[in-house]
């Protein structure tokens, strides 16, 4: 007689087996299945694009206008990917970025098709198991090749190179400023974006222009500023600093939008309101853990990675969880 429920290996609840994961004869739930860690995925019937320090990137057959954009979780360090994941991490940058599109959407239109398995094409939807709650179906564009910067405090590159210089890329700020100060405005400081593996290039808005086309690059600034400006005065109603973020825009049937991910602890600096004190650093709801980790050791920033404690791992999990329990409450 054939069982039509099953105990889940993880947590023992009772669920159906239509609900449920095998993999080598043991059945998950849905919670349990969810936690366990994805370094890389393996669709094999649809076309791998591009594999980055986070996302696999894949093209469907037979829907040439659409991408499947999947949120693993790896985790890189000095443009290094470690050997290790984070667990969840991929589920928590998908759910951050689903969010911000929703909140944003009144400034500029995005990529978002759907983030539900059962929408996606029925090719796409036998790879559930490693879809599910990571996942995006999106509009194919043409990315604009300008990484959209915009800096509300003085942290990071910025900071070392007022350091050196009070124009720091063609701005002219204030002298005496201590690090992670509150800029007197935010401010638009696009680069170029680099190859894996190498650094990003700062440019002028003067530069922009040549590249994208002056009324481009106007429309691409004015809406990377207003999108920052609302969400961080969101942020800031949930105990969050938005020191600066990176957006990536691009075109679809001629219209500008908003791609890729948006607004997680990846792409931008996250600081706890309740901590911040201008004058040094901030504690950040990112790889913080991990970076002060590696910079501890023997290793040369160079491929194989190290091999991460798992107390590392645990900690950089809980401080992405937490940047989304803030936000999303």
Known sequence: MTM??????????????????EEDNRWHCYLCHQKK????????ELNL?????VRDMYAIPGHEDKLLMVATDRISAYDVVMDDPVPGKGRVLTSISLFWFELLGDIVANHLLSA???????????YRDQLEGRSMLVRKTQVQPIECIVRGYLSGSFWAAYGKNTTVCGFELPTGLSESAKLPEPLFTPSTKAAQGLHDENISMAKMREIVGP???DKMA?????????????????????????????????????VDEVLTPDSSRFWPLDDYEPGHSQPSFDKQFL????????WNKQPPPPQLPSEILEKTQARYEEAEQRLLG
């Open 4 to 21: 039509d429920y099953v105990s889940c290996s993880g947590c023992g609840c009772l669920l159906d087996v239509h609900e449920g994961y």
């Open 37 to 44: 860690p994805v370094l890389k995925t393996d669709l094999p």
């Open 49 to 53: 694009l591009h594999r980055g320090k």
């Open 116 to 126: 539900r398995v059962d929408d996606y094409p029925e090719i796409c939807r036998q």
């Open 215 to 217: 009324e481009m690059a």
């Open 222 to 258: 004015a809406v990377s500023m207003a999108l920052y400006n609302k969400a961080a005065g969101y942020a800031r109603t949930r105990g969050i600093i938005i020191a600066d973020t990176k957006f990536e825009l691009g075109m679809a049937d001629g219209e500008l939008i908003l």
């Open 291 to 298: 970076r002060d980790y590696l910079s501890g050791l023997d």
